[in-house]
């Protein structure tokens, strides 16, 4: 039997990834993700004027840092029962759907995409269009990504000032308000983006393809001339023909915090969101109500302070503790639900939300690497719709405010956390007031839940645990491990923590 152990650091990643992975006779059977980049946004925040989260925490990933503002200020208004005018929250769901809609196709694109021109495949009848669309710097869908995405990313500059790092959520509503002016170029950011979606990625229109409903519909469509040839088409071909659709399944269990705040019932204290929070029973197919009492971190293979099993971000503490020569080997905690590993991203958060074409395709082959992909394309179509959303309700509600500025004497003591749907899945904010400053303010990322190591009881992470049966045709070229890993969308600058007592300064750019 032929064993052998690779060391493998992944590029076009956010952030620096280590995979050590145990071949035996070129099938992984063991996995390791390693977060080595040191960050320190927890501990930097400690001591400091609660409000300072809204300039600090953007700033924990240059990609989704409208992402880390808003749960911050989440957090903060649930401590002092801030209200929030409808407008407001209109206003950061639009932003961060302009946020998510431009990661998703960079992930799709510019990180997942390329890696199908690998010379591996060029005896593959789809190789030539592959490299068409994809080859970097050079492929039609590639290019044409970078400048779409360049352009709703405008949303967030008209109402943030800038992207990346933008701090224009406060507790209480926003900085800026709606107007005509503004309304009418996020509306032809949208617009564009929308027709190009059709055309480029789907080869057929957004309504159509939403309302694709099971296993059936979708290859019928996908038998059509339009579909059949638009990138997406051509991603899905390819994947099954390499398996993709039946590896990298890793944990069952999926997680979602809730996916845009519906404006009117968070102005009424309801926290109710347009895509559900819940956790979805790998085993039984059941969806739960979310409750946050149950998520817990370990850090038994971390590289932190020990502490006995698994503790909730309230009672969570981040002290580094380095031992590279012991069975510790990240910066990453490990996050669990009621002691489960878990995953999230588009395909949980579509998952929990019952959409009818993933959930059919989930329950016929689970959620391979193809799905998982493919559910972040659909889920672009999601976030199209309900932007737009968005800004017709801005239209139909210019007079309202933008902000309420929190009552004189509310600012008190107290704990609160905001959980949100990133980018790349569940994000929350743990954030403990005493005495008018942070006591304690503890983050988990979506790559968190993702990338996690093993817990105290010795459970792998889930992609730890998706990497296990794959097999590796070339050990010095392991491409399919790239594969799996990136069709997580993994982002280590958000996930890793580090704090040096006697460090003069910290990188906090992305």
Same mark, same amino acid.
């Given at each position: 039997?032929?064993?052998?152990?690779?060391?493998?650091?992944?590029?076009?990643?956010? @952030?620096?990834?280590?995979?050590?992975?145990?071949?035996?006779?070129?099938?992984?059977?063991?996995?390791?993700?390693?977060?080595?980049?040191?960050?320190?946004?927890? #501990?930097?925040?400690?001591?400091?004027? $609660?409000?300072?989260?809204?300039?600090?925490? $953007?700033?924990?990933?240059?990609?989704? %840092?409208? =992402?880390?503002?808003?749960? @911050?200020?989440?957090?903060?208004?649930?401590?002092?029962?801030?209200?929030?005018?409808?407008?407001?929250?209109?206003?950061?769901?639009?932003?961060?759907?302009?946020? %998510?809609?431009?990661?998703?196709?960079?992930?799709?694109? +510019?990180?997942?995409?390329?890696?199908?021109?690998?010379?591996?495949? /060029? /005896?593959?009848?789809?190789?030539?269009?592959?490299?068409?669309?994809?080859?970097?710097?050079?492929?039609?869908?590639?290019?044409?990504?970078?400048?779409?995405?360049?352009?709703?990313?405008?949303?967030?500059?008209?109402?943030?000032?800038?992207?990346?790092?933008?701090?224009?959520?406060?507790?209480?509503?926003?900085?800026?308000?709606?107007?005509?002016?503004?309304?009418?170029?996020?509306?032809?950011?949208?617009?564009?983006?929308?027709?190009?979606?059709?055309?480029?990625?789907?080869?057929?229109?957004?309504?159509?393809?939403?309302?694709?409903?099971?296993?059936?519909?979708?290859? &019928?469509?996908?038998?059509?001339?339009? *579909?059949?040839?638009?990138?997406?088409?051509?991603?899905?071909?390819?994947?099954?023909?390499?398996?993709?659709?039946?590896?990298?399944?890793?944990?069952?269990?999926?997680?979602?915090?809730? &996916?845009?705040?519906? $404006?009117?019932?968070?102005?009424? %204290?309801?926290?109710?969101?347009?895509?559900? =929070?819940?956790? +979805?029973?790998?085993?039984?197919?059941?969806?739960?109500?979310?409750?946050?009492?149950?998520?817990?971190?370990?850090?038994?293979?971390?590289?932190?302070?020990?502490?006995?099993?698994?503790?909730?971000?309230?009672?969570?503490?981040?002290? *580094?503790?380095? #031992?590279?020569?012991?069975?510790?080997?990240?910066?990453?905690?490990?996050?669990?639900?009621?002691?489960?590993?878990?995953?999230?991203? *588009?395909?949980?958060?579509?998952?929990? =939300?019952?959409?009818?074409?993933?959930?059919?395709?989930?329950?016929?082959?689970?959620?391979?690497?193809?799905?998982?992909?493919?559910?972040?394309?659909?889920?672009?179509?999601?976030?199209?719709?309900?932007?737009?959303?968005? +800004?017709?309700?801005?239209?139909?509600?210019?007079?309202?405010?933008?902000?309420?500025?929190?009552?004189?004497?509310?600012?008190?003591?107290?704990?609160?956390?905001?959980?949100?749907?990133?980018?790349?899945?569940?994000?929350?904010?743990?954030?403990?007031?005493?005495?008018?400053?942070?006591?304690?303010?503890?983050?988990?990322?979506?790559?968190?839940?993702?990338?996690?190591?093993?817990?105290?009881?010795?459970?792998?992470?889930?992609?730890?645990?998706?990497?296990? %049966?794959?097999?590796?045709?070339?050990?010095?070229?392991?491409?399919?491990?790239?594969?799996?890993?990136?069709?997580?969308?993994?982002? +280590?600058?958000?996930?890793?923590?580090?704090?040096?007592?006697?460090? $003069?300064?910290?990188?906090?750019?992305?």
């Amino acid at each position: 039997m032929a064993r052998i152990e690779l060391n493998l650091d992944l590029n076009r990643v956010e @952030g620096d990834l280590s995979v050590q992975v145990t071949l035996e006779d070129g099938v992984v059977v063991a996995a390791r993700t390693q977060g080595t980049m040191y960050r320190g946004f927890e #501990q930097i925040l400690l001591g400091r004027a $609660p409000r300072d989260a809204m300039v600090i925490t $953007p700033r924990v990933c240059g990609i989704c %840092g409208t =992402a880390h503002l808003y749960a @911050g200020v989440l957090a903060l208004e649930q401590i002092w029962s801030t209200p929030v005018p409808p407008n407001a929250t209109r206003i950061r769901n639009l932003c961060l759907i302009a946020e %998510g809609l431009q990661n998703d196709l960079r992930q799709t694109f +510019l990180f997942f995409a390329p890696d199908l021109c690998h010379p591996r495949y /060029a /005896a593959d009848p789809l190789h030539a269009p592959l490299m068409a669309a994809f080859e970097p710097f050079k492929g039609d869908v590639y290019r044409e990504t970078l400048t779409q995405t360049r352009q709703v990313l405008q949303i967030v500059a008209h109402f943030g000032g800038q992207w990346p790092h933008s701090s224009y959520m406060l507790p209480g509503g926003v900085v800026t308000p709606a107007d005509t002016r503004r309304l009418v170029a996020c509306r032809s950011a949208l617009l564009g983006l929308q027709r190009w979606y059709e055309q480029r990625i789907l080869g057929g229109g957004l309504d159509a393809w939403l309302a694709l409903d099971s296993a059936e519909a979708f290859e &019928t469509w996908l038998a059509q001339p339009g *579909p059949a040839a638009a990138a997406l088409g051509l991603l899905t071909r390819f994947l099954r023909g390499q398996g993709l659709d039946s590896l990298g399944q890793g944990t069952p269990h999926m997680l979602a915090f809730g &996916t845009w705040c519906e $404006p009117e019932a968070w102005a009424r %204290g309801e926290p109710r969101h347009t895509l559900p =929070a819940g956790f +979805l029973d790998g085993d039984s197919g059941q969806i739960q109500p979310l409750d946050p009492a149950r998520i817990t971190e370990h850090v038994r293979h971390s590289w932190f302070r020990p502490y006995e099993g698994g503790r909730h971000p309230f009672e969570g503490e981040t002290v *580094p503790d380095y #031992q590279p020569e012991t069975d510790r080997y990240t910066w990453a905690k490990a996050p669990r639900y009621d002691g489960r590993v878990v995953q999230t991203g *588009p395909l949980a958060e579509l998952l929990i =939300a019952s959409d009818p074409l993933i959930r059919d395709l989930w329950s016929r082959q689970g959620g391979g690497a193809w799905l998982r992909q493919f559910a972040r394309v659909r889920h672009i179509g999601v976030a199209l719709r309900h932007g737009l959303r968005m +800004l017709d309700e801005l239209g139909a509600h210019l007079d309202e405010p933008h902000f309420v500025p929190p009552a004189p004497g509310s600012e008190v003591d107290g704990d609160g956390a905001g959980l949100i749907m990133a980018a790349r899945g569940a994000l929350g904010h743990w954030v403990q007031v005493r005495d008018g400053v942070v006591h304690r303010y503890q983050i988990i990322t979506p790559t968190g839940w993702n990338a996690s190591p093993r817990d105290s009881l010795g459970q792998p992470g889930h992609w730890e645990a998706s990497l296990v %049966g794959l097999r590796v045709q070339d050990p010095e070229d392991p491409i399919e491990v790239g594969h799996l890993i990136r069709s997580h969308d993994p982002c +280590l600058v958000c996930t890793v923590h580090f704090v040096g007592a006697d460090t $003069p300064s910290l990188r906090v750019d992305a």
